[in-house]
């Protein structure tokens, strides 16, 4: 199956500090990317959706400005948690699709877990 | 607000048995329905997808769906240890833009 890789698997930052995770797809050119976030014991919810070339699609009430998406070519995207606080501590997972995709070749990265002090 | 309704569990069930698990959704649109399976710390994996009315079978599991009654299920025959993790239905969205919604999850416990 196709493989999609994240980066890094854990990081732990101080409060006020940038955080960039990268998320790339190995061995398929994947048109879109899916960011979600879960908090413990919670399910998975979507932030954003970014297609290749094109500005990112966020959910409601996701600010688009503290969580920077970039997905600049058909292999990488990256989120960038701006100004991280301590409540954004959280499982940061992506998710890929290649062009054509059914909708159930949705292909997950490991996830990077952000801990914020 | 589209919606995936899930039992958080745990359900608890002895090696062998069968599991069942089950989800109900609100978008009656929706045309596509899945199940993950999710370790602790791990991300999801796909285990089933359902598109059509009825059963769906693949090895020791079997989706069911009942578009009308908006009702998911899976179940797990011959349940393992190794089974024991949290399982989250979430459905496909009837927009147009592929998004997935993913219920809470529910843990299932099989126990030795």
């Known amino acids: 199956g196709a493989v999609v890789s994240q980066h890094p698997s854990w990081v732990i930052c101080k409060s006020g500090t940038s955080v960039k995770i990268e998320c790339r797809s190995l061995?398929?050119?994947?048109?879109?990317m899916f960011w979600y976030r879960q908090f413990p014991k919670q399910s998975l919810m979507l932030m954003a959706t970014?297609?290749?070339?094109?500005?990112?699609?966020?959910e409601q009430g996701v600010e688009k400005d503290k969580f920077l998406i970039n997905h600049a070519s058909l292999t990488l995207s990256t989120l960038t948690v701006t100004s991280a606080h301590p409540e954004d501590s959280s499982f940061y997972i992506c998710?890929?699709?290649?062009?054509?995709?059914?909708?159930?070749?949705?292909?997950f990265g490991p996830g990077t877990r952000l801990t914020v002090l | 607000q589209k919606e995936v309704e899930q039992n958080s569990g745990p359900l608890s069930v002895p090696e062998g048995a069968i599991a069942s698990l089950n989800c109900t959704y609100s978008?009656?649109?929706?045309?596509?329905f899945f199940w993950y399976r999710q370790y602790s710390g791990k991300s999801p994996e796909l285990i089933m997808f359902?598109?059509?009315?009825g059963d769906k079978e693949d090895g020791r599991f079997t989706a069911q769906l009942n578009k009308a009654s908006q009702y998911v299920s899976l179940l797990i025959r011959d349940s393992q240890p190794s089974d024991s993790a949290t399982y989250l239905c979430?459905?496909?969205?009837?927009?147009?833009?592929?998004?997935?919604?993913f219920g809470i999850g529910t843990k299932l416990q099989v126990i030795p």
């Open positions: 359902i598109y059509s009315n």
């Open positions: 061995d398929f050119q994947a048109t879109t």
């Open positions: 970014s297609n290749e070339g094109s500005k990112a699609t966020y």
């Open positions: 979430a459905g496909g969205d009837s927009g147009g833009y592929q998004k997935v919604t």
């Open positions: 998710s890929a699709r290649g062009s054509g995709s059914s909708v159930h070749e949705q292909f």
């Open positions: 978008d009656r649109g929706s045309q596509s």
